[in-house]
């Protein structure tokens, strides 16, 4: 197997400048040991969810079939959601074992939890990611790794700082169709590289929302946490949230287009460094209560003159023939010798023959997980590495960031990857922060 | 609520100059310059409506704002010509959501100008979260002291809020301050002083922390140590390694929680001047095991040259050796020198099931040539995800010297152990060992053969297409007979696009006495679907063989256009035989659906007649689900309509929602009115809200 990069390499260059390494185990406070000279690793993870609203509660479901993890805390600001969750597993358990919380805080306290799930509204994932970091917790985190650029940093530096195990949920590097295309493309299958092209989700703005009373279920305060004070209005608090921009970047981030962001910089090899150009124009719903971006096209280039063009769906499907599929949010890669599309459940090339590539073991290889759970929990229990780890997820969020301030400067911004700013420019560098509703901090 | 504030002059006026480009021309289009009084002019209007706005009310000048706002960055004129008006809203009595935005804005482009408005507002009641999204992003020693001004307010809740801008903003002025803060009676402020003294950090920053710690409470003790580690590292960034190096050895000698200890050890390693090996290697003797997989962790800092497998050895004594952990790390890095151990593991048959997994892992990155065997003997013998582990190691098991180890092992082994080496093949590409598989196409175990053909189906080319058919001739079993099929079929895919793919195969036709193996090629001849061959395939549709009959149904059924649409039709028009009818009416919806030249509207016509030849609830079940892959008004209208049928109503349903979903770019009024109705008529929670889904898109 030739890797390209030695993973030696990849994770000296990932720590420069922090201490710490970049995945790492310990389930320590339930380890055994048995006989001399052999280490017999504990039977069970102890799990918590933090945030069991949509995408926490699959998760639930999905954890909960692993044989090696105990369920035995979760918290949600949403007192419903918590204790139907907990009603769930400790039905499955046939015991009361698993405890409901509040506040993030007592359930992180808790000496022994090992890993965590953190599924909770973007402007909360860095601040609970860096809770958990600190008392110890290994995660699963939810994408995006942030809300704005500068809490990529503070998740990094806390990360290997404090030696727990981090995995980003960005699980199609877990799926075979997005890897394989990776291989293709970093084996040249395609010919000289010239451009990607992906399509993110878009959404249906809706109209102004009246304030309405906060209901005794949910703690709105704690579900604000960091954004700004804003009246209640029930649609902020549901998975929607995504598409409001104090509390995410919507499709441009985690409302789907990391993911894909996430396989462009696999393809490219790009997981220590990223785009060093940006320019792009969108749009936000003339009124209402969304305020992300939400048709746009954006245009990185990269250090080698690939270029990336990011786009919503709906504009990719009207102007790019390939997209011009029921699955129309994918990533199409085009080469001097060939093009592949891959989305979630589909993949094309041309020539057809591409796809019945193999890639052979003196060839490229990426690394293979099939589950993208299994594979924290395997890092957990054994140390080792993670397929989407914490520099991997700076280094994607930092291109959905690129594209958000690019749109809204209205300017071709220059990136600098080594010191992770913008080049001559001020007012970007100005907008990779936000303010935070105190007494929340970095 | 109030009806919206109209902003329309501003808005044509700025959508004019730069909006409408979107998507009709190239990104790089240069926007109309506009005056900084122009700007100043427009920025006037929309703050004008911006006084009046609530949460609750339209903000419908937030583009306008946006779009504005584009050239206020790029041109310090209007900058000079904006800011004055911003600084006078916050002074009107304009309501909090509109300052709130304004604050934001501030936040990107204020200057010192900003900075008296925003200290008055820092202190307005209910304020300050308002004030500090701007005051703590203007740079410039006239924010840093507002900050510090408000320190010495009485309020809690005010003076956490301006320490945690200032170690945001890294004031050093405020160290003395907050080391006054750090000693105070109430925990949080002392804790935030703390903390933002770690983010300040420096050598006066750190020296304070230094002497409060021993006087520190219990509940500020760990916090005080994580914030003199933050100092420790930017001691590091900045080069001073000797100040970092002393912080790391005090707090790691003060036995703080793991996740300091932690931070401390890599630190030590980074600045201690010992060996790396026997850094590590001393603190795995000195330490608990229960810290053991962070020592560990510090592998992935070691150069290259450095190796750790010798660590086994230097351990031997030890009642803990970390093996688990060790195999993991060092494999990850590549770290050849462990390879010994990892294999006696396996060779001794490690009883933890953990340790074998990471081992066998280890032998994809560290493995040797020789390890193929070991592995293939693994996956031979494992169930469950070690087995696939050890198929997984072997496939990238890296360089030609193992494919030798491979083709050698395949003479030299038996049974499973050669079928798996067979398997390898084909998975690492190792077309030079064609010849070999054709050998073992014929091995007396089934497995070997099964694998043989499989890896065959991979690594042939075209030019021996001929032999693989020959295979397929002499199978003696239908699993080996369909594993020939996709075989041969792979290797006609390796063809030129104008090659005659199906050309030998015809060929053999003729050669074919076995009725089975005539089916194989006729099944595979479909799979190709090359027009040429309809009518060599209408021929067998007369044959005395049922088998063959079938064959040549489901071949024509897999058709990848229309071409054999008449037959099929003509054959479930006229058949009285139930399984041959259901077989060619779904081929006839199956090749009329794959057919992309042929219209919506054809392909509607076509499937309801095959919904008229239907003579059966499964039939027409396969028709409805053919009906809606149909994204047409015609196709929905049916749809609809078959609801009424309570036999056929949930696939109905599903075909409601399906066609819907194509229907809804092109037609989004007629496929909003249809969904409508059927809202009214069925009773399905899930199929309610996907339909819901799907109007919420189209309006």
Redesign the interface.
């Known amino acids: 197997?030739?890797?390209q990069q030695?993973?030696?390499h990849f994770?000296?260059k990932s720590?420069a400048?922090?201490?710490?390494?970049?995945v790492?185990?310990?389930i320590?406070p339930a380890?055994v040991?048995a006989a001399?000279?052999?280490?017999?690793?504990n039977d069970m993870i102890n799990f918590g969810l933090i945030g069991v609203g949509e995408m926490g509660s699959g998760h639930l479901r999905s954890f909960i079939e692993f044989d090696d993890i105990r369920v035995k805390a979760i918290c949600d600001v949403n007192s419903e959601d918590a204790n139907l969750a907990v009603e769930f597993t400790n039905n499955r358990y046939g015991s009361q074992e698993c405890t409901a919380y509040n506040d993030f805080r007592d359930l992180l306290a808790r000496k022994d939890i090992d890993a965590v799930l953190i599924a909770v509204p973007d402007h909360w994932h860095s601040l609970i990611g860096l809770e958990a970091?600190?008392?110890?917790k290994h995660m699963y985190y939810e994408k995006p790794l942030s809300l704005f650029f500068r809490e990529c940093q503070a998740m990094r530096?806390a990360i290997n700082?404090?030696?727990?195990v981090f995995q980003l949920g960005t699980q199609q590097r877990s799926d075979e169709r997005f890897r394989f295309t990776c291989e293709l493309v970093r084996n040249g299958k395609l010919g000289i590289l010239e451009k990607i092209t992906i399509g993110s989700a878009s959404y249906?703005p809706v109209g102004?929302?009246?304030?309405e009373p906060i209901p005794d279920w949910l703690d709105y305060d704690l579900w604000l946490g960091p954004a700004?004070?804003?009246?209640y209005?029930h649609l902020r608090c549901t998975r929607n949230f995504t598409l409001i921009y104090d509390h995410s970047l919507g499709c441009i981030s985690g409302a789907y287009g990391i993911h894909h962001v996430d396989i462009a910089q696999w393809a490219l090899d790009a997981d220590l460094t990223g785009p060093v150009e940006v320019?792009?124009?969108?749009?936000?719903p003339?009124?209402?209560l969304y305020?992300t971006i939400h048709?746009w096209?954006a245009?990185h280039t990269y250090a080698n003159g690939v270029k990336l063009e990011y786009l919503d769906h709906i504009?990719a499907r009207?102007?790019i023939p390939q997209f011009n599929i029921?699955n129309s949010m994918g990533i199409l890669f085009e080469g001097n010798k060939g093009w592949v599309y891959v989305a979630r459940g589909y993949i094309d090339a041309e020539?057809?023959?591409l796809l019945?590539t193999?890639?052979?073991?003196?060839e490229i290889?990426l690394p293979?997980s099939n589950d993208h759970r299994r594979n924290f929990l395997d890092a957990v229990?054994?140390?080792?590495?993670v397929i989407c780890p914490i520099e991997t997820a700076v280094r994607s969020d930092t291109v959905c960031h690129q594209a958000d301030i690019a749109i809204?400067?209205?300017?071709k911004l220059h990136w600098d990857p080594v010191k992770e700013e913008f080049i001559n420019n001020?007012?970007a560098n100005?907008?990779l922060?936000?303010?935070?509703?105190?007494?929340?901090?970095? | 609520?109030t009806p919206?504030l109209s902003t329309s002059l501003t808005k044509s006026f700025i959508q004019l100059v730069?909006?409408s480009?979107?998507?009709t021309t190239g990104?790089?289009l240069q926007?109309q310059a506009i005056s900084a009084a122009e700007i100043r002019t427009e920025m006037g209007k929309i703050l004008d409506v911006l006084a009046a706005y609530d949460?609750?009310?339209?903000?419908?000048w937030?583009?306008d704002l946006?779009?504005l706002?584009?050239?206020v960055?790029?041109n310090p004129e209007a900058l000079s010509e904006v800011e004055p008006l911003m600084i006078e809203f916050l002074q009107s009595d304009a309501r909090a959501?509109g300052k709130?935005y304004v604050c934001r804005e501030l936040?990107?482009?204020g200057t010192a100008l900003s900075v008296p408005v925003l200290s008055e507002l820092l202190v307005a009641p209910g304020m300050?979260?308002?004030a500090?999204?701007a005051l703590?992003?203007i740079?410039g020693a006239q924010a840093d002291q507002a900050l510090l001004k408000v320190l010495v307010e009485e309020d809690e809740?005010?003076q956490?809020?301006v320490i945690?801008?200032l170690?945001?903003r890294q004031v050093t002025a405020a160290i003395i301050p907050l080391t006054r803060l750090m000693r105070s009676d109430n925990e949080?402020l002392a804790l935030?002083a703390i903390?933002a003294l770690g983010s300040i950090a420096g050598a006066e920053a750190a020296k304070n922390l230094y002497d409060f710690s021993d006087e520190a409470p219990a509940s500020l003790k760990w916090a005080v140590l994580?914030a003199r580690?933050k100092c420790a590292?930017r001691f590091?960034?900045g080069g001073d390694k000797k100040n970092a190096a002393i912080i790391y050895e005090k707090v790691y000698q003060a036995d703080p929680?793991?996740?300091?200890k932690?931070?401390a050890l890599?630190?030590k390693f980074?600045t201690s001047s010992e060996d790396p090996y026997n850094f590590i290697l001393n603190h795995l003797r000195q330490e608990d095991?229960?810290?053991h997989?962070?020592i560990?962790?510090?592998?992935?800092?070691?150069d290259?040259g450095q190796k750790l497998g010798r660590i086994f050895d230097d351990m031997?004594e030890?009642?803990?050796?970390?093996?688990?952990?060790l195999?993991?790390?060092l494999a990850?890095?590549?770290?050849f020198s462990v390879h010994q151990e990892v294999i006696a593991s396996l060779v001794d048959r490690?009883?933890?099931e953990?340790?074998r997994?990471?081992a066998i892992?280890a032998l994809?990155?560290i493995g040797e040539p020789s390890d193929a065997l070991l592995l293939a003997e693994l996956a031979a013998s494992a169930k469950g995800p070690e087995k696939e582990l050890a198929r997984?190691s072997l496939?990238?098991?890296?360089?030609?010297k193992?494919n030798e180890k491979i083709r050698s092992g395949i003479r030299e082994e038996t049974g499973d152990i050669r079928a798996e080496l067979i398997r390898s093949t084909?998975?690492?590409?190792?077309d030079e060992a064609t010849e070999l598989l054709f050998e073992f196409t014929s091995d007396p175990d089934p497995n070997v053969r099964m694998e043989s053909i499989r890896a065959l189906g991979?690594l042939a080319s075209p030019e021996i297409l001929s032999d693989l058919i020959t295979v397929l001739m002499q199978t003696d079993t239908r699993r080996e007979r369909q594993e020939a099929e996709r075989a041969i079929y792979?290797v006609t895919?390796?063809m030129p696009?104008n090659a005659d793919q199906s050309a030998s195969i015809i060929g053999a036709l003729g050669n074919a006495e076995d009725p089975e193996v005539l089916a194989s090629l006729i099944n595979i001849i479909g799979m190709i679907g090359d027009g040429k061959d309809l009518d060599v395939l209408r021929e067998y549709l007369e044959s005395g063989e049922e088998g063959v009959q079938l064959a040549v149904i489901r071949a024509l059924s897999g058709w990848p256009d229309a071409g054999p649409m008449e037959d099929l039709k003509q054959l479930a028009s006229s058949t009285d035989d139930q399984r041959k009818h259901t077989l060619a009416l779904r081929g006839y919806v199956d090749v009329v659906l794959a057919d992309n030249q042929m219209s919506n509207d054809d392909k509607f016509r076509e499937i309801r007649h095959a919904y008229d030849l239907s003579t059966s609830t499964a039939e027409f079940r396969i028709v409805i689900s053919g009906l809606s892959r149909i994204g047409s008004l015609e196709a929905l209208d049916m749809a609809v309509r078959l609801l009424e049928n309570p036999e056929l109503r949930k696939e109905a349903e599903a075909a409601v929602v399906r066609i819907a979903?194509?229907t809804s770019w092109a037609y989004p009024k007629e496929t909003t009115r249809q969904l409508n109705l059927v809202l009214k008529k069925i009773n399905n929670k899930e199929v309610e809200q996907r339909i819901h889904r799907i109007l919420?898109?189209i309006?």
């Open positions: 197997m030739k890797i030695n993973r030696r994770l000296k720590i400048g922090t201490a710490g390494a970049l790492f185990p310990a320590l380890r040991f001399p000279g052999r280490t017999l690793p970091a600190r008392q110890g530096q700082r404090y030696g727990v249906t102004i929302q009246p304030e700004p004070l804003v009246p209005t320019e792009g124009r969108g749009s936000i003339e009124e209402g305020d048709t096209k245009v504009s009207k102007q029921p020539p057809k023959s019945k193999i890639i052979g073991p003196d290889q293979r229990r054994t140390g080792s590495p809204r400067l209205g300017q001020p007012t100005r907008m922060s936000r303010p935070m509703r105190s007494p929340w901090h970095l | 609520m919206a730069l909006v480009f979107l998507y990104i790089n926007a949460y609750d009310k339209s903000r419908s937030l583009p946006q779009h706002m584009m050239e960055y790029k959501a709130q936040g990107v482009i300050a979260g308002t500090l999204l703590e992003k740079p809740v005010l956490i809020a945690n801008s170690a945001a949080k935030s903390s994580d580690l590292d590091m960034e929680p793991e996740t300091l932690y931070n890599a630190g980074k095991p229960e810290f997989p962070y560990i962790q510090l592998a992935y800092q070691l290259d031997r030890s009642q803990n050796i970390p093996t688990l952990h195999f993991a790390a990850s890095i590549g770290d490690e009883e933890e953990d340790v997994m990471a892992r994809a990155s997984q496939y990238m098991l890296p360089g030609s193992t084909g998975e690492r590409n190792m991979k792979a895919q390796k696009e979903e194509q919420d898109r309006n």
